[in-house]
Structures are given as C-alpha cells and as structure tokens.
C-alpha cells in the first residue's frame, strides 16, 4: 500500500490526515492497538521499533520503548510481527539509525517491503547522510520520510521536501516528544512553510496531544501525528479499547474542524 498516494487520496477528498504513534513490542496485544487504531479512523500508522538510546522521544515513549525491550522486542522481531498484519491502512516504521545501520541498509530495506511496511521514518539520519539508505529503501519500494524543524533554513526546506517521500514531517516544537498543555507557537509557522513549498501531504507531530491542538495544528497543514499521548494511555492500561477511543475522539476533532 503506498503511504504517499494513500494519504493524497484522503487529503484530496477534503479529510485531515491522522498518523497514530503505537510502540512495537509494547505487550502481548500490541498488533491488536494496531488493528484498533486503524478500524477507529487514522490514515495510516506510525510504528516505533524500541531503542535503547532514543534520543529525540520524551519520558514517555522512552519508558514504553524501554518495557518493550525488556520483554525481548527487537528490530527484528517487529518486523517479522508485522508481516502478514492487514491493518487497512498504510504502516510506517519509526526507527533510529543504528538499528539500520547494523542490519545494513539493503538487508533492512528488503525486510521492511517483505513484511508489508510501507515507510521508514529515521529520525537521527539527516538529509546530507542518506544515501546508501535512501537509495535502498527506493530500490525496496519503501518511502523515505524526512524531518523538518522550524530552525531549517528555507533553501533546506525546499531540499527536504523533494527527497521526503510518503508526506513530510514538520515537528511542531524544538525540543523531544511529549504531551503539551498547550500548541507550540512554531507549529502553525513550521505547516505554513512547509505548505508554500511542497505539495506532498505534510504532517505536524510533536507536542500534539488532544484534539483541540489536533484541530489547530492541522488548520496550517494536511493533519497531525500523534504519539505520547497515545502511548501514555497504552502505559496505564487502556489497551485497544482505550486506544480506539482516543483515536476515534482525535478523528471527531479533526472531522469537525
């Protein structure tokens, strides 16, 4: 299933895209969040591979991503779970660089197409380093897509647009991941600029936490990825249902925008 022509396809009908942040490995039924959070509205869904160092992702993902590892997650095993999951919407793996690199970037690229993953988001490979990974994952038919932070110069900008694939990735604030009490003033700015350059579907992640700042942050761009709040309610046990839930709100809040 192709990320990019999945997500023009429903922006194009006149609908804010929703990206859902689930952990890999994060318990027994953590396929099932999965299945849940697709069946309850979001557009495609962004899976994290647990890492030990994860340097861009807040308290907590960082705990979810540590009670995955130690309960024996690893890239691999993620990958390998994925495959053969029928989730009905596109399904983008987030990951650090060292996982990649250890696995060596053909190897990875080719593990991800043969597991039905759609999409690769490596958050710590910047675009000046990409491409032995880049040049992989085209050949593996899996999208690439590339970070853009509201200290990226506009000439960047323009060059992030151009190689990301699936959409591009505005972070809404500097700083790591975690739930916001409030919008981040760079948020509007960074999907305003990032929409004067690219026609590509660009989503806003970091900080987003309910579905008001949903609402708001997808007004100055084509929808929003959502992550630690999500997981939080995975951490206090809220499962599939709770998850569900929370997903089924965020898409209520965006519909009504």
């Not at 997650?73 to 495959?83: C, K, R, Y």
């Not at 992550?227 to 309610?233: D, E, I």
Request: with cysteine; net charge negative.
């Amino acid at each position: 299933m192709n990320l990019e022509a999945t997500l023009r396809g429903a922006r194009d009908r006149g609908a804010k895209l929703l990206v859902p942040y689930v952990t890999g490995g994060l318990g027994r039924g953590w396929l099932d969040v999965v299945r849940a959070v697709a069946a309850a509205g979001a557009d495609a869904i962004e899976v994290g591979i647990p890492f030990s160092d994860p340097v861009m992702d807040g308290r907590t993902i960082q705990e979810a991503s540590q009670r995955a590892l130690d309960i024996g997650a690893t890239p691999g095993s993620i990958i390998d779970e994925l495959d053969g999951l029928d989730a009905g919407v596109p399904i983008a793996v987030m990951t650090y660089y060292n996982p990649v690199h250890h696995m060596g970037h053909e190897r990875f690229a080719q593990r991800l197409s043969a597991s039905g993953i759609d999409a690769a988001i490596v958050p710590d490979l910047p675009l000046d380093e990409l491409n032995g990974w880049a040049d992989a994952a085209d050949a593996a038919d899996v999208e690439t897509v590339l970070l853009a932070a509201p200290t990226t110069s506009d000439e960047r900008l323009h060059a992030i647009c151009e190689r990301s694939r699936g959409f591009v990735y505005g972070v809404a604030l500097l700083g790591i991941t975690g739930e916001r009490t409030e919008l981040a003033v760079e948020a509007t700015e960074m999907g305003r600029r990032l929409k004067a350059v690219t026609d590509k579907p660009v989503l806003l992640g970091l900080g987003i936490s309910n579905p008001d700042q949903a609402r708001v942050a997808a007004a100055s761009s084509d929808g929003v990825i959502v992550g630690s709040a999500l997981v939080r309610r995975l951490l206090e046990g809220g499962g599939p249902e709770g998850a569900a839930e929370f997903v089924h709100e965020l898409r209520q809040g965006l519909d009504q925008g």
